[in-house]
């Protein structure tokens, strides 16, 4: 692995194993190494976060590291992205700045930049991420950006491995209600690393809720490659038939991106029926239940499954600290 760390699609499969072989080590203990000894990287936060924020901070600092964290329009400038832009608006720095001053003290820039929810045609091709890659002299880290959250991704396969060991698993990755429109990073970069690591998977959505076509054809392509599968679906209850992994999520439709009202309208009717409760769980092949929080219980998941002991959320949110630290550990030496 060299360069940026956006998304997980330029990864061979070896190297997805190499990383989550890396960051089993960091978990268990015997790798302690302090590759960031005396170095530090700046984590920018556009959005809010728990576990990417304190993860990442405490990671780099077990790395031997210093983490400081900018949030551009509050503790540092409102942030401009566009190339040629007249700055004479609310924008007081621009990326082309901003992160060759960071590259000058640190080894590493992460950066949060979430999908706005306003323009798809425009997000998707995750314009700040990319302009922070394009500027920068050091690698990028993406955090989460409209497209992509591969450092979720690589906890959630890490996660897979760990509870159900090496080989093909039927996981479903299932939409589920909640009361507003969500971005589209952890589904799209979920089903692509699920595809490249060859598992079969199923994506459970109700019509109108499709991700993004390229991705789609992305990961088709993946799993080819790796020996697996992708089969959508829009009947929630045939998709837990046999899983043994169920991933929740909900996101926004791309059909009424940048209209929130009437998406809100449109997923009314999805509420009863699109949630993870015991009765799903009960028609998979005693599947784990895995969601990258924060998830709001009784919406997305009922108790009685997010608190049963195939719920592995919580191991889920520990491995970011140590599949983090093995991307840190591979992007700086
Ligand atoms: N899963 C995840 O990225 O959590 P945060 O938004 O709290 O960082």
């Known amino acids: 692995m060299h360069g940026d760390f956006l998304s997980t699609a330029g990864l061979s499969r070896d190297e997805l194993e190499s990383l989550i072989e890396s960051a089993l080590r960091f978990k268990s203990g015997t790798d302690q190494s302090k590759p960031l000894a005396a170095k530090s990287v700046a984590l920018v936060f556009f959005n809010p976060s728990l576990r990417t924020r304190a993860s990442m901070q405490i990671g780099v600092y077990e790395l031997g590291g210093n983490a ?64 922070f890659a394009k500027y920068s002299d050091v690698p990028i880290i993406n955090l989460e950006s409209a497209m992509h959250h591969p450092c979720q991704a690589m906890a959630d396969m890490m996660t897979v491995r760990e509870k159900l060991g090496s080989g093909r698993k039927r996981v479903l990755l299932t939409w589920a209600w909640h009361p507003k429109p969500l971005p589209m990073a952890v589904p799209n970069s ?41 089969t959508v679906l829009n009947d929630i209850d045939e998709a837990f038939d046999g899983a043994e992994v ?50 709001r219980r009784n919406v997305i998941v009922t108790d009685g499954v997010i608190d049963s002991p195939s719920s592995v959320v919580i191991d889920e949110a520990e491995n970011r600290l140590h599949v983090q630290k093995a991307i840190l550990k591979e992007l700086i030496h």
């Open 190 to 230: 979920f089903a692509l690393a699920a595809a490249q690591m060859g598992h079969d998977l199923l994506i459970a959505q109700p019509k109108g809720y499709e991700l993004d076509d390229e991705l789609i054809s992305e990961t088709r392509k993946h799993a080819g490659a790796a020996g697996g599968s992708v």
């Open 68 to 131: 400081v964290v900018l949030e551009p329009g509050g503790t540092s400038w409102t942030l401009e992205h566009r190339e040629g832009a007249v700055m004479d608006g609310d924008k007081t720095e621009h990326v082309a700045e901003f992160v060759r001053v960071l590259g000058r003290y640190g080894v590493a820039i992460g950066v949060r930049t979430f999908a706005a929810l306003k323009n798809w045609d425009e997000e998707r091709t995750d314009p700040i991420l990319n302009a």
């Open 246 to 295: 169920v991933y929740a999520k909900s996101w926004g439709s791309r059909k009424f991106y940048g209209a929130t009202e009437k998406d809100i309208a449109e997923r009314a009717q999805y509420r009863s029926q699109w949630i993870v409760d015991e009765g799903k769980m009960a028609r998979t092949n005693s599947a784990i239940f895995m969601h990258c929080l924060p998830v």
